[in-house]
């Protein structure tokens, strides 16, 4: 036998009576704690209610998983608490305890730090450096439950973990800084866009031509939205798309916050158990079914099995989703949708529908130089209604101007800026392709003299 074999169930007791130390001692405040059957590994060991006396405290429903190891200095990696962390979404809780006798890695804290900004759920990740602290402390209330050769090895087994790693509580937000938006009108466009969607929601549509900027004015908008609100995004770029499956697989991804590559590694076992604490009158045993054919296909669905699958998988999605909006809003941004193919529209399509009059902004960035785009948009207007529109333009010749000044300062000559300016194009992505072949081509560079003379006859 080993020690996470011997010793798994008395970790799980033991995580429930630490947890325990965490709950508020107040008269007003009841909980319950109720240890959960035995079920294999992924679901959740504790569910705690608590409950108050004042009708203005909403009840709160606290989740508990513990993750007994072998004794090493390894992490506990996330995909092996995923599921508990679906679970948690499903069955709504507001917060979730993940204990272990490992450590977390500093991806991992990132990556939990991001699912609570979107999903609304508060994780503590308990590592071995708290559950050892709060054993020495309870130790001689502990040992008379525990056996004490049990607690021994937790405590000792500290010292092999990188105290670097212990669970930060770095709470501050980072924002990404960005490049300046060029432009009087842009920057106005920007500012009109953000007052007209601030505490709205709905579908924002930003539009224009191949590389006039969409993309950045875009990032300007959501680094805005998150640095005044705190609202969070997700970004689905559809290019990433070629199947049906695939864009539903980033929708529950982006739900769930839970990586892709970790959803496709789930067994049909890990599916149906991420479900199992839902009653049917929950969630449908049609929505299970469509559940698991999205994400463990055996076979290619026909057109009328495709859409009935669909149905019941979006049935699950509202089920899970609108709850998470209604805590807290969020803003979904869709770009690259000239990659889109015509299954992927109309699953957006959908997609839209299901949810655009709940609390989330749908943003979509969308060229008015590929039909394909304008015909999506067109029916889409025609279905639901958008709150707002903007276009971004060309850059004018003073845009321009300042646009190369800010990017290629002191780059060419005042010769070779003055005639190089009179050629470029007037959109950001193109004017930096022209210009970066002359700025290294010695050749095409002195060839900006003559040019210059002949644009000038």
Not at 159 to 171: A, D, F, G
Not at 270 to 284: A, F, G, K, P, R
């Amino acid at each position: 036998m080993s020690f996470a074999t011997d010793n798994w169930e008395e970790f799980e007791k033991l995580s429930i009576s630490i947890l325990e130390t965490y709950l508020p001692a107040d008269s007003e405040i009841s909980y319950s704690i109720t240890h959960t059957p035995n079920r294999k590994d992924g679901g959740y060991d504790g569910l705690i209610i608590i409950a108050s006396g004042n009708e203005n405290i909403d009840q709160c429903k606290i989740l508990s998983e513990s993750k007994l190891r072998e004794l090493s200095n390894k992490d506990l990696p996330m995909s092996d608490f995923s599921k508990t962390l679906i679970i948690a979404i499903n069955l709504m809780a507001q917060k979730i305890y993940i204990f272990t006798n490992l450590h977390y890695s500093t991806e991992t804290q990132k990556r939990i730090h991001k699912f609570s900004s979107f999903s609304n759920i508060q994780v503590e990740l308990v590592d071995i450096f708290e559950v050892s602290d709060r054993v020495k402390e309870l130790y001689k209330t502990l040992k008379a439950t525990y056996s004490p050769s049990f607690l021994k090895q937790l405590i000792d087994s500290v010292s092999t973990h990188p105290v670097s790693k212990r669970v930060s509580s770095e709470k501050k937000v980072h924002i990404t800084s960005l490049n300046k938006l060029i432009g009087s009108d842009r920057n106005y466009q920007l500012d009109q866009c953000y007052k007209a969607i601030s505490g709205k929601k709905g579908i924002v549509i930003i539009k224009g031509c191949s590389g006039c900027g969409k993309s950045f004015f875009i990032e300007h908008l959501l680094n805005k939205m998150y640095r005044e609100s705190s609202i969070p995004y997700h970004k689905i770029n559809m290019e990433e798309f070629s199947t049906v499956q695939a864009f539903l697989l980033k929708i529950l991804s982006s739900i769930w916050n839970i990586d892709t590559l970790d959803i496709t590694n789930f067994s049909e076992q890990d599916i149906n158990e991420i479900t199992d604490y839902l009653s049917e009158e929950e969630l449908s045993i049609r929505s299970r079914a469509s559940l698991l054919n999205i994400l463990k296909p055996k076979s290619v669905p026909n057109e009328t099995q495709q859409d009935i699958l669909q149905f019941y998988f979006f049935e699950y999605l509202y089920r899970i989703y609108v709850p998470i909006l209604r805590r807290k809003k969020q803003v979904i941004y869709f770009d690259n949708l000239d990659y889109a193919s015509g299954s992927a529209f109309q699953i957006l399509n959908k997609f839209i529908k299901k949810f655009e009059k709940e609390n989330i902004l749908l943003l979509l960035e969308i060229r008015t130089d590929i039909k394909k785009c304008e015909d999506f948009l067109s029916h889409l207007m025609r279905d639901v209604p958008v709150i707002y529109i903007t276009e971004i333009k060309e850059f004018d010749s003073v845009e321009l101007s300042q646009y190369f000044e800010y990017k290629y300062k002191n780059e060419f000559s005042y010769e070779e800026e003055k005639a190089l300016k009179k050629i470029l194009p007037r959109t950001p992505l193109l004017i930096d392709t022209v210009t970066e072949l002359f700025r290294h081509d010695l050749g095409m560079r002195g060839s900006l003299y003559t040019l210059d003379t002949m644009l000038a006859i």
